[in-house]
């Protein structure tokens, strides 16, 4: 009978034993980073009557993997996505500055991951 003889499974213990406890500070750090990039594209793409719009975008803290980017502006989702005017007669189409950020900022996230997922896996 012949024997299978294993080698570098006490190496590998340590890389993955290594990437469990750094991942949740790199995920965060990249959370951050990527929501801050975010609010950078989207500001300058919201309208500004008043700038009161454009200045609410706000982004949370890092929990549990996700992150959240935020504008509390009572009327932001009307600006966003469009509504009837008051009578009902009319309707405002939607900007999308938000969607719009968004999509632009889909390769750039997904370039970063792929390199912080790669130093992680060094």
């Known amino acids: 009978m012949s024997m299978i003889e294993w080698q570098g499974t006490k190496e590998l213990n340590n890389a993955l034993k290594r990437i469990v406890r750094e991942f949740p500070?790199?995920?965060?750090?990249?959370?951050?980073?990527?929501?801050?990039?975010?609010t950078a594209r989207v500001?300058?793409?919201?309208?500004?009557?008043?700038?009161?719009?454009?200045?609410?975008?706000?982004?949370?803290?890092?929990?549990?993997?996700?992150?959240?980017?935020?504008?509390?502006?009572?009327?932001?989702?009307?600006?966003?996505?469009g509504h009837r005017t008051r009578n009902g007669k009319s309707v405002v189409p939607g900007q999308f500055f938000l969607r719009d950020a968004v999509d632009e900022s889909r390769a750039q996230f997904q370039a970063d991951a792929s390199r912080i997922l790669a130093r992680l896996f060094r």
């Open 25 to 38: 500070r790199a995920r965060d750090l990249f959370l951050r980073q990527e929501a801050e990039l975010l």
């Open 43 to 81: 500001k300058p793409k919201t309208p500004a009557d008043s700038g009161r719009l454009r200045g609410a975008w706000a982004r949370s803290e890092p929990s549990g993997g996700s992150i959240e980017v935020y504008n509390n502006t009572e009327y932001a989702p009307y600006v966003e996505f």
